[in-house]
């Protein structure tokens, strides 16, 4: 680890200081999490409903440590090859066709057949070298110079059987190609596994993980949120909106709006150069935040209440 690295995660409040600077609002919890990380030398699995700033704080660690994000996005049938490395089987069927040229040449000198195998034998190894290996993200994160920033994106997408590929990484920051052997990480990537708990993650991928559960945030952090993603919205407006999208949670609705949708509504009720809710402008925009037809149709009912509510909160 770099004498820079050292200096930016030295301390949480360091941590939490360096976030905000980039837009990140995080907590104690969350700089705590990824300060432990680095000084322990452990993953983080971030768990937390969906937009509430997971993949975020992959981002702004890469940002704020100027190394790069090398991200895997799983899904169901995520395999090895996808993940961790492949061959270049052109290239490796390219070399075969130049050795198939210059056989001749290259058994000249093998009187047997048993010398002649012996010759044929030493251009396998040469065939599943590393310069035929094509690096997937995982090996490109151990791989990595100056290091990165690894972000295993929604890890409860994918299957238990690509959980077994993850341990070993997770464990030793290192992989086992059959044919090469160990490749360690020059330097350990700083890991970050976001999951939606869409399905229990296995017991033996928790254990090598320190864990960090993010909710939706309270009010006053959403504003903050809010005020630093989208500086230009007066403050009585974001007092309101973030009121709004708080009532909006605590009703039954297929999918609760996200911070993400929260940060995008304030910048449409910007562009549409709104001072203070009204509820043509909120049934204009809602869509902004609610993403099924079902929830629109039930908010729609309560719109006149609920926006009374968001205005008699500033």
Known sequence: MSADWQDKLSDPTKIDEAFA????????????????????????????????????????????????????????????????????????????????????????D??????????????????????????RPLL????????AVLLIDEIDKSDYEFEAYLLEILSAYQISVPEIGVVRAKIPPIVFLTSNNTREMGDALKRRCLHLYI???????????????????AESLRKQIVSF????????LKKLPAISE?????RTL???????????TVRRTINVLLKFQEDVESTD????????????AV
């Open 21 to 108: 600077e980039l837009g990140y609002i995080s907590n104690d919890r969350i700089a705590t999490a990824v300060f432990l990380a680095q000084q322990l030398t452990k993953p983080i699995l971030v768990e937390g409903p969906p937009g509430v700033g997971k993949t975020e704080l992959a981002i702004a660690t890469s940002e704020m440590l100027g190394i790069p994000l090398i991200r895997l996005q799983c899904y169901e049938g995520l395999d090895e090859a996808k993940a961790l490395y492949e061959w270049k089987y052109g290239k490796q069927l390219l070399y075969t066709q130049v050795l198939k040229e210059k056989l001749a040449d290259v058994m000249e």
């Open 110 to 135: 093998a009187r047997t057949l048993p010398a002649a195998m012996d010759k044929l034998h030493s251009f396998s190894d040469i065939f599943f070298s590393h310069q035929f290996l094509e690096p």
């Open 140 to 147: 490109k994160a151990l791989e990595a110079e100056n290091g």
């Open 215 to 233: 909710p939706f945030p309270d009010e006053k952090t959403e504003r903050r949120i809010v005020e630093a993603r989208v500086p230009e919205v």
């Open 245 to 252: 999208v708080h009532g909006l949670r605590e009703e039954e």
């Open 262 to 266: 929260t940060i995008d509504w304030a």
């Open 270 to 280: 910007l562009l549409l150069n709104t001072s203070e809710l009204d509820v043509d």
């Open 301 to 312: 009912r309560q719109l006149y209440k609920m926006v009374r509510d968001a205005k008699d």
